[in-house]
Each structure stands twice: as structure tokens, then as C-alpha cells.
């Protein structure tokens, strides 16, 4: 059971594979299958209220599949368990960015002040690109 806020995932929602990691490590990598493929099925899960669920959806992430299968990959660890660890953690670390409703917008207009230091700025701008050409040293 994975406990994010208020929300419980249940195990046999994650769907985990053990594969043999990359990189260094010697014999212990081509031995032993240490990393951890940790699947998260978001747009199906039960377990996720419907906002939440959109929210997670809608976020551009590299991980989620085109079905809405949340894949993460951990090998930062020599053993299993820890492997198993840091991709539930970064599990509940997604979960919980979608927790949180984004605070909406509110459409400002500049102030006058701002505005005047703007047109002010221009007017400089303007003025000395005029007196760079067209001069007459003759």
C-alpha cells in the first residue's frame, strides 16, 4: 500500500519488473537483475480521484505513455530493495505534484507609471539612432 496524502494506492495497482541494470557496477550488473521498472497505470487506477487524475494527465511528462501508463525506471542502487524504494518515491513525488490544484491566474494591466517609462525609453532609443546618420562633415 502506497500512502500519498489522502490517497492509498493499492500493490497490485504497480506492476513491477526487475531487469538487470546499465552502466558500472562489474559482475554484480551482469549478474543480478537490480533495477526496477515500477508501471503505474494512471488513467485506469482506481485508487486516483478524477481531478487529480486529469491533472496528472495533462502534465507533458516524458514517462507517461500515450495510454496514460506512468513508467519509471530506478537503478541508482547496487540492491533491489533500495532500487524498489526510490521508484515508489518517485512515484508518490509524481502523485503528489497533481495533488494540488494551480493557482489560476489573475490578468494584471501595467500600471501608468510603467507605461510612461516605456514610451520614455523609446523616445530615447529613437532619438539617438536619428542623430547617427545623415550628417554632414563637408
Known amino acids: 500500500m502506497l500512502q500519498v496524502g489522502s490517497i492509498a494506492i493499492d500493490d497490485a495497482e504497480l506492476v513491477e519488473r526487475f531487469v538487470r541494470a546499465s552502466g558500472p557496477g562489474g559482475q554484480n550488473v551482469n549478474k543480478v537483475a537490480t533495477a526496477v521498472e515500477l508501471r503505474f497505470d494512471v488513467a ?4 486516483l480521484p478524477e481531478p487529480v487524475r486529469a491533472r496528472l494527465l495533462a502534465r507533458r511528462d516524458r514517462r507517461l505513455t500515450v495510454e496514460g501508463v506512468l513508467v519509471l525506471g530506478a537503478q541508482r542502487f547496487r540492491t533491489q530493495e533500495r532500487n524498489r524504494e526510490d521508484a515508489r518515491a ?5 502523485i503528489e505534484a497533481g495533488l494540488h490544484a494551480p493557482k489560476p491566474r489573475v490578468a494584471t494591466k501595467p500600471t501608468r507609471a ?3 517609462r516605456r514610451l520614455d525609453a523609446k523616445r530615447g532609443r529613437s532619438t539617438i539612432k536619428r542623430g547617427r ?3 554632414d562633415w563637408d
Not at 485506469?44 to 485508487?47: C, K, L, T, W
Not at 518517485?90 to 509524481?94: D, K
Open 114 to 116: 510603467s507605461q510612461q
Open 133 to 135: 546618420g545623415q550628417r
Open 90 to 94: 518517485r512515484l508518490a513525488a509524481f
Open 44 to 47: 485506469n487506477s482506481p485508487s
